[in-house]
């Protein structure tokens, strides 16, 4: 999508934008704000790169494995007699 001229534009607003607010790409060593990451699937998703971006970033601590969410169980409530 970077190829489209618009999205292309945007994009450079938005970088432009973020450096203003003192925050800058992982990959120029961040900003005194924060640091702006971003993935790309152009070429498939790349989990391993993406875990090690964020590793990177927040710190190998931080980073785990990704587990499913344990479903989420509830009682089921007691019928109201005045409702039909």
Known sequence: MRDT???AARWQ???KWYSQQGVLPE???GGPND???WTSDEHGVDEPEWRALAQRVIGAAAIRQ???A???KTAARPR???RP
Do not use: H, Q, T
């Open 13 to 15: 607003r938005r970088l």
């Open 70 to 72: 344990p479903s989420k």
């Open 66 to 68: 990704a587990r499913p």
């Open 27 to 29: 990959e120029d060593g």
């Open 80 to 82: 109201n007699p005045e």
């Open 35 to 37: 640091i702006l990451v």
């Open 5 to 7: 001229p618009e999205y």
